[in-house]
């Protein structure tokens, strides 16, 4: 499964002097597809893939296209895990 970590940081709360910040980790990962390839027809059919891999090389075209069954990465369903961290 396609895994990518972001880091949002966040200021200097206010209030009673405090100089506490907070950081937020994220981790993004893209499970089943989800695109309807029977829409033409006016039904509803899945192809089964159960995860996003990667076709190519991370910052290529080919990285965006999942390498089982050929969707684009936004047909598959986006999962976020969230992990705060304050200091």
């Known amino acids: 499964m396609k895994k990518c970590e972001a880091v949002v940081k966040g200021g ?9 910040s907070s950081v937020t980790l ?4 893209y499970g089943h597809c989800q695109k309807n390839h029977a829409a033409k ?4 059919a899945l192809d089964g893939c159960r995860e996003f891999m ?6 290529t075209r ?11 990465r936004n047909f598959h369903r ?8 304050s200091s």
Do not use: F, P
Not at 12 to 20: A, L, M, V
Not at 26 to 29: A, L, W, Y
Not at 41 to 44: A, D, F, K, L, N
Not at 64 to 69: D, P, S, T
């Open 12 to 20: 200097k709360e206010q209030g009673k002097g405090s100089s506490s």
């Open 26 to 29: 994220k981790s993004v990962s």
């Open 41 to 44: 027809s006016g039904g509803y």
């Open 54 to 59: 990667a076709g190519g090389e991370e910052g």
């Open 62 to 72: 080919d990285a965006l296209k999942c390498a089982a069954c050929g969707c684009h």
């Open 78 to 85: 986006r999962e976020v895990d969230e992990a705060d961290q």
